[in-house]
Every structure is written in structure tokens, then in C-alpha cells.
Nanobody
């Protein structure tokens, strides 16, 4: 059974930094993608970043040049370093594991509520990030 446990959330002022961690276990052998998603109250679920088994990464436009995702296979951990945080970054952040490309749908992103997303992924319980102005 795949399990994902996020940590590292908290409250910071705008311009501050946080590093989120996702400790994973039970991932099957083979290639996979690990993602960070976020959901703010009243807002839709949003992809933040992806890191693949080969180390390649993808970021949504709003976090490029501010957030960096990385992985430590020896520690079974995926990280999200968040710098220059803004109030719009306030959300609950979720670690997600799935097969290669689970986050794509055609030329865009697969919506969080898409049946394929539900079928193909495992989600952690999330960690809250609050950024004050």
C-alpha cells in the first residue's frame, strides 16, 4: 500500500520561505511521477509541481522561479522548496504519487477530480501553508 505523509507547512509572512517534505512508502518499482498539488478555500485544486523518476521537473507558471521540487531516493522523500511566498500561495498542499504522466490530459493538466486522476493516483492528507501580507 502506497502511503504519503506531508510535513513542513506553517504560517509565514510574504517574501518568506518554507520547505515541504513528503515521506513516501510502498511505491511499486518502476517509473513514476511525484507531484505537489494545492487547494485554497473556495478555489479549485491546482497542480504546483511534478518530479519524475528521471529527475525531470515541471512547474505551473505561477510558481516558476520561486518553487523547486527535488527528491531523495535514499530517504524516500520528495521536497518542495518555496521561496518568495505570496498570499496567493495560501492553500493546503498535497503530495501525490502516480504513474508517468498521470497529471497530463491532452495538451493540458488532468483535473484533480477527473476519474483518471482518482484511479491512477495516491494522495497524502496535506499540510497547510498560510502566507500573510
Amino acid at each position: 500500500e502506497v502511503q504519503l505523509v506531508e510535513s513542513g507547512g506553517g504560517s509565514v509572512q510574504a517574501g518568506g520561505s518554507l520547505r515541504l517534505s513528503c515521506l513516501y512508502s510502498g511505491l511499486p518499482s518502476g517509473d513514476h511521477d511525484m507531484g505537489w498539488y494545492r487547494r485554497a478555500p473556495g478555489n479549485k485544486c491546482e497542480l504546483v509541481s511534478i518530479i519524475s523518476t528521471d529527475g525531470s521537473t515541471h512547474y505551473t507558471d505561477s510558481v516558476k522561479d520561486r518553487f523547486t521540487t527535488s527528491q531523495d531516493n535514499a530517504e524516500n522523500t520528495v521536497y518542495l522548496q518555496m521561496n518568495d511566498l505570496k498570499p496567493d500561495d495560501t492553500a493546503k498542499y498535497y503530495c501525490v504519487a502516480g504513474g508517468l504522466g498521470f497529471w497530463r490530459l491532452g495538451s493540458g493538466y488532468r483535473p484533480c477530480g477527473h476519474p483518471g486522476m482518482i484511479k491512477m493516483t495516491v494522495w497524502g492528507r496535506g499540510t497547510q501553508v498560510t502566507v500573510s501580507s
